[in-house]
């Protein structure tokens, strides 16, 4: 793929620049490796593919063969309600909401543009948030703590972008 071909580019560059600065090489074969370029995204969804995605992800238990956590599920709800990256989603933590302000403040050290990014919360985001906060806590509680999205490995650590890329494929399928 693309993405893998400018990964690998990426990575050869960094490795053959620090040969360089050690001085076990005195040139960059990757340097003047070049990959296609991003290309622009066209495809939205109709109104009628965003009202079927939100549906499956309701009750995702209720579509026969479609393989979705509902923390996922949720994810992928609160991606729809605010707009924002899957990263972002993924790594919320509740250290990052003001419930009173009904904000969630998004630290510049985990926004694209390394800049703290604050979101507004309507009402569904905060229900959708609550609804996450008592699913990893395998419990019902108003008491959020850690990760919105743990991952199911090691809770001290958020779900992976990744995720929602292979949930929206799951769900496409």
Not at 2 to 17: D, K
Not at 38 to 51: A, T
Not at 76 to 89: D, F, H, K, N, V
Not at 112 to 135: C, G, Q, Y
């Amino acid at each position: 793929s693309a993405a893998g071909a400018r990964i690998t580019r990426n990575v050869l560059r960094q490795a053959f620049n620090y040969a360089i600065m050690l001085e076990a090489t005195d040139r960059n074969p990757a340097a003047r490796i070049n990959v296609k370029k991003w290309g622009e995204r066209e495809r939205v969804l109709s109104d009628d593919e965003l009202r079927t995605v939100w549906a499956a992800c309701l009750a995702p238990q209720e579509i026969e063969g479609l393989d979705l956590a509902p923390g996922t599920a949720l994810a992928l709800r609160l991606a729809m309600i605010t707009l924002q990256r899957g990263g972002e989603i993924c790594g919320l933590h509740a250290r990052e909401i003001d419930r009173a302000g009904k904000l969630w403040i998004i630290p510049g050290t985990r926004t694209k543009n390394h800049r703290t990014h604050v979101v507004p919360l309507s009402d569904a985001a905060i229900e959708v948030i609550a609804a996450a906060f008592a699913v990893a806590m395998r419990k019902k509680s108003d008491d959020w703590t850690g990760y919105a999205f743990p991952s199911p490995r090691d809770n001290q650590k958020s779900m992976t972008r990744h995720a929602l890329s292979r949930a929206m494929q799951r769900l496409r399928d």
